[in-house]
């Protein structure tokens, strides 16, 4: 019978609109509907103080997968990407820092500082983690392959100690196999510790530590940098794209319901009470939200629903947004102008020892003693951002728990913000008197006015036993469900977290198979092990002593920069 659209999509989150735009290239008409005011989900851009704009949730752009961005021709509806100067400042407890620059020599000469054999191990370490991604990257944009499949390929290529290492360490004991300064081995613990529900010592997140640090900007691997206008540049791109192609997306309108009849779906109910029907219906929510809430009960099978709600959703993060009049003056600098360390990504108090007591304080439902700060300054290099005089400033915080014991995010949440400022202050002091307004943003508000649940902004544990072909369960593996025709597409799915737009493209790519009648794709088999030429040329030279050494030197020569950005290319 007819119906209002071929698909409807349940959320305008980033997925949810890379969904939308491969449907509609296809020639489906499609309707996204979004519950809030505006596009992004957590990629988004709000004016959260008056006059003056914030990245709400996601904050980096370097794991969009740039096939997206050149087929949906991103560039074409406004997106542009961007780098400071410096990728990264990380500011230690001693007062010591590390500036982590876009040029490889640059970084290196930054190591030696701080331990000049560690200095040759980071690159040994990088050349180790490229050729992990380049065993795993193929699978992002094609359907999930089984665990198994996916062991093959590194065993195919003789890297199955690289699969262990990568894949089931802790980040602590995979550090640890490479350097020896604690400084260094604090600030990359960072990326492991994202949107988890662990520590340094639990074993699995190295993975996560790989996923966060494999990302590419301009081909260039293991970097990342901005969108001009925030995060929600992104999704604003992806709308517009979505719409130049027919798509309609609604905002404020709120799903209440996935319409089901005799195990198919039919449409949505809206909270208004308005039905429209399609063909197709997607949803963009973690799959908890999605099976557990969007269904009527009684729909899936007791076991399905139990399954479902085991999925692993602890590990939340908050952001505090401050409007400032003047930058931070971190230590051990002599003023507040404008520099390297406020252009990327600025990590303050990196400590193992801290990251293990979070997680402590996490699986006790309290706050740990002191907070590892990342912070973001956009404006000093966007000043559409912010008026004249001012700048915008966002902290995270990661490790937390979803919820509190005995009490709750919004009885404690100014308090806890109070705490996240004083230390902050010990890097800043210059800050106490600048700080013109805050907005808070806890793992509640994640939960409630973003619609995640427990505030896991990846909608789910990123560790084995929900990857690849499990994720989130292998019931629900390619991005199909028990019930026909009802679809997941968002970060629940695979390949995972992040603004990266792999979960919407496969999800699209699976439902038009099934419109069009195709045959469900077969297993995939091991992908091709050769890496690119130069990339195999590095690995051959960086594989004997004497080549460690000419690689070394080279690597870190200036005159020699456009030859190591050019081996260290994916594409």
């Known amino acids: 019978m007819p119906t209002d ?6 959320g305008a989150g980033h997925n949810g609109l890379v969904t939308a735009n491969y449907l509609a290239r296809a020639g489906k008409s499609v309707l996204v509907l979004e519950a809030r005011d505006l596009v992004g989900g957590a990629c988004v851009t709000e004016e959260l103080i008056p006059g003056s704009k914030w990245s709400s949730c996601a904050f980096i752009a370097g794991l969009l997968r740039p096939e997206i961005i050149t087929e949906l021709e991103l560039e074409k509806y406004g997106l542009e990407l961007y780098q400071g100067d410096a990728l990264s400042f990380s500011l230690f407890r001693d007062g010591t820092s590390f500036t982590m620059w876009k040029e490889t020599d640059r970084t290196l000469r930054e190591l030696e500082k701080l331990n000049k054999k560690d200095a040759q191990a980071f690159l040994d370490f990088g050349i180790r983690l490229q050729r992990f991604a380049g065993l795993v990257t193929p699978y992002l944009l094609k359907p ?22 990568f894949t089931l360490l802790s980040v602590r004991d995979l550090l640890d196999r490479y350097f020896e300064d604690e400084r ?4 990359l613990t960072f990326f492991g510790m994202v949107s988890i529900f662990g520590g340094p010592s639990t074993p699995g997140t ?32 992806l709308a517009a794209s979505a719409r130049a192609h027919g798509a309609t997306i609604r905002t404020s309108a709120p799903v209440d319901r996935v319409l089901v009849e005799r195990g198919v779906a039919t449409g949505v109910r809206l909270r208004d009470g308005s039905v429209i029907t399609a063909g197709q219906v997607f949803s963009n929510a973690d799959p908890k939200r999605s099976l557990l809430q969007l269904l009527e009960p009684g729909v899936l099978a007791p076991k399905l629903v139990r399954d479902v709600q085991n999925i692993d959703t602890r590990g939340s993060m908050a952001r505090i947004h401050l409007l400032i009049d003047e930058l931070p003056q971190y230590l051990p600098f002599t003023d507040a102008a404008e520099g390297p360390q406020h252009h990327g990504h ?4 990196p400590s193992r020892e801290a990251f293990e007591e979070a997680y402590e304080a996490q699986r006790r439902g309290t706050f740990p003693s002191t907070f590892v700060i990342e912070a973001v300054t956009q404006s000093v290099t966007d000043d559409t951002l912010a008026p004249a005089g001012q700048h915008t400033m966002t902290l995270g915080i990661q490790q937390l728990p979803s919820e509190l014991t005995g009490t709750t995010w919004a009885a404690e949440k100014e308090k806890w913000a109070d705490l996240v400022l004083e230390d902050l202050f010990t890097y800043a002091p210059n800050l106490r008197e600048h700080i013109l307004d805050r907005v808070i943003i806890t793992p509640d508000d994640l939960h409630n006015e973003y619609l995640i649940t427990d505030g896991n902004i990846f909608h789910g544990s990123m560790m084995l036993d929900q990857l690849f072909g499990a994720r989130p369960i292998p019931e629900l593996a390619n991005y199909r469900t028990p019930v026909r025709n009802y679809y997941l597409c968002g970060s629940g799915t695979h390949p995972g977290g992040g603004v990266m737009g792999a979960n919407g493209h496969n999800a699209a790519k699976a439902a038009l198979a099934d419109a069009d009648g195709v045959a469900p794709a077969a297993p995939l088999r091991p992908v091709g092990t050769r890496a690119p030429w130069q990339q195999r040329m590095v690995g051959t030279l960086m594989g004997t002593r004497p080549g460690r050494w000419f690689g070394y030197q080279a690597a870190r020569q200036p005159a020699l920069r456009k030859i190591t950005a050019y081996a260290a290319r994916v594409r």
Do not use: C
């Open 206 to 237: 190295a993975y996560t530590y790989g996923h966060h640090s494999w990302g590419e900007f301009n081909g260039n691997f293991g970097q990342f940098g901005m969108a001009r206008g925030g995060m929600g540049a992104i999704s604003e791109a």
């Open 184 to 187: 260094l081995k604090s600030m």
């Open 5 to 10: 659209y071929d698909a409807v999509i349940i």
């Open 144 to 165: 999930p392959p089984e665990r198994s499949e996916v062991f093959a390929a590194f065993e195919a290529a003789g890297e199955q100690t690289l699969f262990d290492e």
């Open 346 to 349: 600025q990590l303050l108090g």
